[in-house]
């Protein structure tokens, strides 16, 4: 009898997922089913203001490019239906406790599996605090962009993190343009931090019924329930825009690299899952019935895209990776006011290794022939040019993949960020009337957890995989992965994993763990 209750919820739980097995069912279908669909075909705007090049005509050909994509999300699709049905055996309708969180952590804990040998440590937290929150600033680059500056009355410089419209709004940053775009029925906060980038005062906003903002008073678990879900809202939006980015920016490197043997070795392992990622994310996210639309923003999603304009535009006109992490991560005006030691360090160490890298990979094709450089600079530099009006400056190789990489260790840290989903500081905006898991939050759970699975092994930053048709090439991008790989080893010895810091904040710690322990990994691109 479970078994056929077990069957039957899984039959359910497949509809909110059907769009992601169509996409690998049908992945030969025309325009006019896709647009039945709601997915966007070639020729359409990606956003406001922004296209494929025409000389991209290979949108079925890179879908299905490498077989392995399919079968990686086809896991991902049965884990995501499979964790919905437990969900709806377990949860549905059931209260939002402490006894069913801790339930829910340990089953998404156990199905994530970890690679964590004997280690034990909390993998996904059961709620979130002040503690939490600092340790997120300090350790997950997307929490840590959110940060600004303000000058305070008395004339200081202090940090901040703020939605409320004119708050903190001497030089808005993303945060604050993509939480503009929030429907007026969400609460606004403005907090101050130190130079620890821990949350020294919170003052709440609400829309009164004229349409002013007025403080209110919340006790503190409702102020962190506010702050929590609108960083998640804006972690979003940051995330749907990298898979944007990565699947224009494959597009470019796929189109150039056609019809010559080395360049084409070195494309394949940007390739896998890009497109399938792109349209969960046009689908699932940000269409009319897309999360972040009608959870946040039903009356003002064209000003959201075009804050998704805006930011890729932004990103797509960086020089390159260190330029990338100056000013859109951890601008200086803002990195000043904090202690040198707290400001994400792993992260920075990684995005340091890059510059060397691109070169390097540069240099070497320079030197050989048979990679062309100067034509496929010249073809990457007309590609990004035909995408919209100041969208790229993107001019060769090197360029390419300063941008890819670095984006690629940012939407690693996806990986951790996420598990807060599973947390009641997350999930009461989805449901604010009801204190039950309800239908619309065991989705977005099960959503969510699909995000968590498919890593494959060796598809990190810096990977050397793929590289057999030019050996030489192998062992320059080697010698940045040992590199790399050191960092993260030497980062996991530091960590007392038997302490109680490691065992609270384990799950944050382990972005810049090695490849594959605590399910993370800094992903070479959006390929999960």
């Given at each position: ?5 077990i ?73 995501d ?14 209260k939002?406790?402490q006894?069913?969180?801790a ?144 699947f ?94 707290v ?43 035909e ?51 309800t239908l619309?939050?065991?989705e ?38 040992e ?25 944050i ?18 390929y999960?």
């Amino acid at each position: 009898i479970l078994a056929q209750a077990i069957l039957a919820q899984a039959s359910f739980w497949l509809k909110p997922f059907s769009n992601r097995i169509l996409s690998i069912l049908l992945p030969n279908m025309g325009c006019m089913e896709s647009k039945q669909m709601g997915w966007v075909c070639t020729n359409d705007n990606l956003l406001p203001g922004v296209q494929l090049s025409p000389d991209f005509v290979f949108y079925e050909k890179l879908r299905v490019a490498v077989s392995v994509s399919m079968q990686s999300e086809l896991e991902g699709v049965k884990a995501d239906v499979e964790l919905a049905a437990w969900m709806g055996l377990h949860l549905l309708n059931k209260k939002r406790d402490q006894e069913n969180y801790a339930m829910l952590t340990k089953e998404v804990s156990n199905r994530l599996g970890h690679g964590v040998g004997e280690s034990d440590f909390e993998t996904i937290p059961r709620t979130i605090t002040k503690d939490t929150l600092a340790h997120l600033l300090r350790g997950n680059p997307f929490m840590a962009s959110a940060i600004n500056s303000e000058t305070m009355a008395d004339g200081t410089q202090r940090l901040c993190l703020s939605s409320h419209p004119t708050k903190c709004n001497e030089c808005p940053n993303f945060f604050q343009k993509f939480t503009s775009c929030m429907d007026k029925k969400w609460d606004r906060f403005h907090a101050v931090l130190c130079n620890e980038l821990e949350i020294e005062s919170v003052t709440i906003f609400r829309a009164s019924p004229s349409g002013e903002w007025e403080t209110v008073e919340l006790d503190g678990r409702e102020q962190i329930n506010v702050i929590t879900s609108t960083l998640m809202f804006y972690f979003q939006c940051v995330h749907a825009n990298l898979h944007i980015l990565h699947f224009i920016m494959v597009a470019g490197l796929y189109t150039v690299t056609r019809d010559n043997s080395k360049l084409e070795a070195f494309a394949a392992p940007y390739l896998p899952n890009i497109i399938l990622k792109y349209e969960e994310v046009r689908t699932l996210l940000i269409s009319k019935s897309g999360a972040l639309v009608k959870g946040f923003c039903e009356a003002n999603r064209p000003r959201l895209l075009g804050v998704f304009t805006e930011l890729l535009s932004f990103w797509g006109n960086c020089g390159g990776s260190k330029q990338f992490v100056d000013t859109f991560l951890f601008p200086a005006k803002s990195r000043r006011l904090a202690r040198n030691d707290v400001w994400v360090p792993q992260f920075q160490m990684q995005a340091d290794l890059i510059p060397d890298f691109a070169a390097d990979v540069a240099t070497h094709m320079s030197a050989d022939a048979d990679y062309a450089l100067p034509k496929c600079n010249a073809a990457l530099s007309k590609f990004f040019k035909e995408c919209g009006s100041d969208v790229f400056a993107i001019q060769g190789i090197d360029q390419w993949l300063e941008i890819i990489s670095v984006t690629g260790l940012l939407h690693g840290c996806t990986l951790s960020l996420t598990r807060v989903t599973f947390t009641e500081a997350n999930l009461w905006q989805m449901s604010p009337e009801s204190d039950e898991f309800t239908l619309n939050i065991i989705e977005q759970m099960g959503t969510a957890f699909g995000t968590l699975v498919g890593l494959d092994e060796d598809r990190q930053v810096f990977t050397d995989e793929g590289l057999e048709a030019d050996v030489e090439l192998k062992k320059v991008v080697h010698k940045h992965l040992e590199k790399s790989e050191q960092l993260k080893q030497s980062y996991a010895k530091l960590q007392d994993q038997n302490g109680k810091e490691f065992k609270t904040w384990g799950w944050i710690l382990t972005d810049y763990f090695p490849d594959l322990f605590d399910a993370k990994q800094l992903t070479i691109t959006t390929y999960v």
